[in-house]
Each structure stands twice: as C-alpha cells, then as structure tokens.
T-cell receptor
Framework: GAGVSQSPRYKVAKRGQDVALRCDPI?????LFWYQQALGQGPEFLTY????????KSGLPSDRFFAERPEGSVSTLKIQRTQQEDSAVYLC??????????????FGAGSRLTVL | AQRVTQPEKLLSVFKGAPVELKCNYS??????LFWYVQYSRQRLQLLLR??SRESIKGFTADLNKGETSFHLKKPFAQEEDSAMYYC????????????FGTGTKLQVIP
C-alpha cells in the first residue's frame, strides 16, 4: 500500500475487555515495530518483528500484551483484560531493511485506545 | 541500555529567531541518531538523520560524540516549523531497535 495503515483509529473499551489493533505495513517492508505513546510522552518501544519473527518483545508491559505477524506482513497487537493505564495511542511503524543500514521508520496514524 | 533525553518540553521562539532543540543520549556503542517531527494532525515522520549530514527545511543537526548530543538547529524559525520534535537513537547492533525521547514542542510566535 501507499503507507502504513492502522485500524481501528479509535477504540473505546471497558476495563477488562480484550482489544485487537491491526497494522498493515508498507508492502515489502521487512521490519515492523509497535510503540505505545501515552499523552505527553514520546513513543515507547513495545516490540519488533523482522518478517514473521518477533525478535524483541522486551517493551511489552505485561503478559496481557501479545503481538503477532504470522505471514510477515500484517501484524496484530492484542491486549487482554484491558486496564485504564493501557489508554494510549498505539503506533505501528515499518521499514524496508533488516539488520543493516540506516533505516527510516514510516509510521501509521496510530490507534487511540481509551479504557473506561 | 540506550536512552534519549530531551530536556525541554516546550520551546517558544519568535519568527525569525534561531532555534536549538536539545537532545542528549546514552549508549555504549556507536549510535545512529535521528530527528522525527509531528506536525498538527499529521503522522510522525522523519526530519533528518545524522549519517546523511543533510539540511532539511533549514534544519541541521550535528552528532557530538564527546558531549553525547545531537541538537537540532535552525538559524531563522518560521511559523510552519511549529510542531512536536522527537530525537531518536537506533542501536548499531544486530537489529534496529529505535528509542525515542519524550519530545519538545516548538512554538513559533508570529
């Protein structure tokens, strides 16, 4: 596609509900990142995929957070039993190169999650 | 651990005045540094990266390894420069984790 597409753009969930956020990266982009951006803060790293392999999930805040990219393209970030502190904008970014080179991240518009 | 510090949450300058957005980093290896910008109602996007040694929209940034800094500068601010600016660091290791600072809001006063 022309850019990184994220859906839904806005999600309101009741505390305890499960949510799934989708990211469709630029076609052919090897690397995919998820970031969490709380109000007034910078993007905080959650997890990184190279193709279908999840190489780093050190930023996932708890075992309620799970991400997958089964075919190396579309990725889903799932949050189980949502809590109010999960309220944030979830950003997806992709880039074209793997391990080498200076890679530029192309960001999606983000999914704004509000947990009531 | 890699860390990026942007000490100013808000920087207000008058149109035509010089701008300097500060960024300091900590990283044990040889990092790659970037500046990303987010204009109102737009996506986060790359402004410039240190390896390119380029000037984008009049902005430049020099990597100072001795001071572990990567400050963003522009000699004459324009109203359209008003935006959130994020400094970011990519590790030089096996894979490309990118760490962002907390951001500085630049407000250019007409």
């Amino acid at each position: 596609g022309a850019g990184v597409s994220q859906s839904p753009r806005y999600k309101v969930a009741k505390r305890g509900q499960d949510v799934a956020l989708r990211c469709d990266p630029i076609s052919g982009h090897v690397s995919l990142f998820w970031y969490q951006q709380a109000l007034g803060q910078g993007p905080e790293f959650l997890t990184y995929f190279q193709n279908e392999a999840q190489l780093d999930k050190s930023g996932l805040p708890s075992d309620r957070f799970f991400a997958e990219r089964p075919e190396g393209s579309v990725s889903t970030l799932k949050i189980q039993r949502t809590q109010q502190e999960d309220s944030a904008v979830y950003l997806c970014a992709s880039s074209s190169q793997g391990n080498s080179g200076a890679n530029v991240l192309t960001f999606g518009a983000g999914s704004r999650l509000t947990v009531l | 651990a890699q860390r990026v510090t942007q000490p100013e949450k808000l920087l207000s300058v008058f149109k035509g005045a010089p701008v300097e957005l500060k960024c300091n980093y900590s990283y044990s290896g040889s990092p790659e540094l970037f500046w990303y910008v987010q204009y109102s109602r737009q996506r986060l996007q790359l402004l410039l990266r240190h390896i390119s040694r380029e000037s984008i929209k009049g902005f430049t940034a020099d990597l100072n390894k001795g001071e572990t800094s990567f400050h963003l500068k522009k000699p004459f601010a324009q109203e359209e420069d008003s935006a959130m600016y994020y400094c970011a660091l990519k590790n030089s290791g096996g894979y490309q984790k990118v760490t962002f600072g907390t951001g500085t809001k630049l407000q250019v006063i007409p």
